[in-house]
Structure formats: structure tokens, C-alpha cells
């Protein structure tokens, strides 16, 4: 793609709590800090795993864990507390920290990175559970949003209805999981970008 089709927005398909969008995160930061100008980008969250209040089944558990593992061996440097799940009560339950960051964004455009960060902060490295109201609320102050209004936000029903939206957008767009990457030029052409989790570089060349 290049400059001269049309200008181009860049779809980041994510969830502030899947393991494989916390491993990306150093290559995207570098990704974003060097796109060309004409490019747009806009994320839309996906929506990993819908609200529950049953814990997590011991095996989904255990398949998690060895996925951290995983991506530890293949993106190296991608840092992960396993005492999440021993302190904390773990939920399949990713929603609630989706509609944090829409919660975020209704104070600013500003807030919605540092609390995408602060939930993947809070979660992979201090091993506290952002599907958790509590938790999300705590972050939200330690970001200085308005926590009050925070609270109220983040279970409305127009939070839900946003959440909705860009999940829907999202597969709409063909997004194969999370992180996805979706490059859309005009109305009619996408193209769905290959990842790479090491080197900034690979993205880069697919973009122009």
C-alpha cells in the first residue's frame, strides 16, 4: 500500500486482557510511532470473553499459564506474574476491562492508552484482576480520570452499546483474533496485515 491509493486507516483489533495484545505491545508502540502521516489508525476492541461471575475452570487455568509460557519463549522479554493465579480469583471475564477503556475515553481521547496500559500493567505484572469493578475503578483514579464518573460509566448502558459496536465493527472488518491488524483503503479494499511480534519492520513494509 502507499501513499498514492487513497489514504489508508489502520484498524488495531485488541483486548486490554489477551495475553498475545500484551506481548505486541513493544513492536505496536514502535509501529505507531513510525506510520506515515496519511496514515490513520483506530482501535476497536474485541471483546475476548464476556461477562461471568463463575471462576475460571482449574484447566482453562492451566491452558493459560502454558500459554504465557509460550509466548515468553517466542517473544522474549514479554514479562508475566504467575502469583495472578494464586492471589487472585481468576474469572473468564475480559468485558468488564473492555468497558473500562471505553469508560476511560469518555473523559478524553487521552485516557484511553494509559488505561489499556494500566489494566495490562495491573494484570501481567502486579497480578491484580481487572475483571474486577474495584480494581478498574482504583486505576482509574491512579490515571486521574474522574472516578466517581468513572463508576457510573462503566457498566452504563451506553458503555455496553459502544462495546458492542466495536466488537461488531471488528468482525466486520475480518479480524482473526487478537491483535489483528486491518488495513482498509476507500470503502471496498482491506487487507488484513501479518503480524510480527519481534520486528516492527515486517508490519512496516506491508503498510507502505
Known amino acids: 500500500m502507499s501513499e498514492a491509493t487513497t489514504d489508508l486507516t489502520l484498524y488495531y483489533i485488541h483486548d486490554p486482557m489477551c495475553s498475545w495484545c500484551w506481548a505486541f505491545r513493544p513492536v505496536w508502540e514502535q509501529v505507531r510511532t513510525r506510520l506515515p502521516a496519511w496514515v490513520r489508525v483506530e482501535r476497536l476492541l474485541g471483546g475476548l470473553a464476556p461477562d461471568t461471575d463463575q471462576p475460571m475452570p482449574a484447566e482453562l487455568q492451566a491452558k493459560i499459564r502454558a500459554i504465557w509460557q509460550h509466548i515468553q519463549r517466542v517473544v522474549p522479554g514479554t514479562e508475566f506474574n504467575y502469583e495472578f493465579w494464586r492471589r487472585c480469583r481468576p474469572r473468564r471475564s475480559t468485558y468488564p476491562a473492555c468497558r473500562a477503556v471505553v469508560a476511560a475515553s469518555n473523559q478524553g481521547s487521552e485516557f484511553e492508552e494509559p488505561m489499556i496500559f494500566a489494566i495490562q500493567r495491573t494484570y501481567y505484572r502486579e497480578a491484580r484482576n481487572?475483571?474486577?469493578?474495584?480494581?478498574?475503578?482504583?486505576?482509574?483514579?491512579?490515571?486521574?480520570?474522574?472516578?466517581?464518573?468513572?463508576?457510573?460509566?462503566?457498566?452504563?448502558?451506553?458503555?455496553?452499546?459502544?462495546?458492542?459496536?466495536?466488537?461488531?465493527?471488528?468482525?466486520?472488518?475480518?479480524?482473526?483474533?487478537?491483535?489483528?491488524?486491518?488495513?482498509?483503503?476507500?470503502?471496498?479494499?482491506?487487507?488484513?496485515?501479518?503480524?510480527?511480534?519481534?520486528?516492527?519492520?515486517?508490519?512496516?513494509?506491508?503498510?507502505?
Open 130 to 208: 481487572p475483571s474486577d469493578d474495584e480494581v478498574l475503578i482504583d486505576l482509574a483514579a491512579g490515571i486521574g480520570l474522574d472516578a466517581a464518573r468513572f463508576a457510573d460509566d462503566l457498566n452504563a448502558p451506553a458503555t455496553r452499546e459502544e462495546l458492542a459496536r466495536q466488537i461488531d465493527t471488528g468482525r466486520r472488518l475480518g479480524a482473526e483474533g487478537f491483535p489483528s491488524l486491518i488495513a482498509v483503503c476507500g470503502d471496498d479494499h482491506r487487507e488484513l496485515i501479518r503480524l510480527d511480534y519481534n520486528d516492527p519492520e515486517t508490519i512496516l513494509r506491508q503498510i507502505g
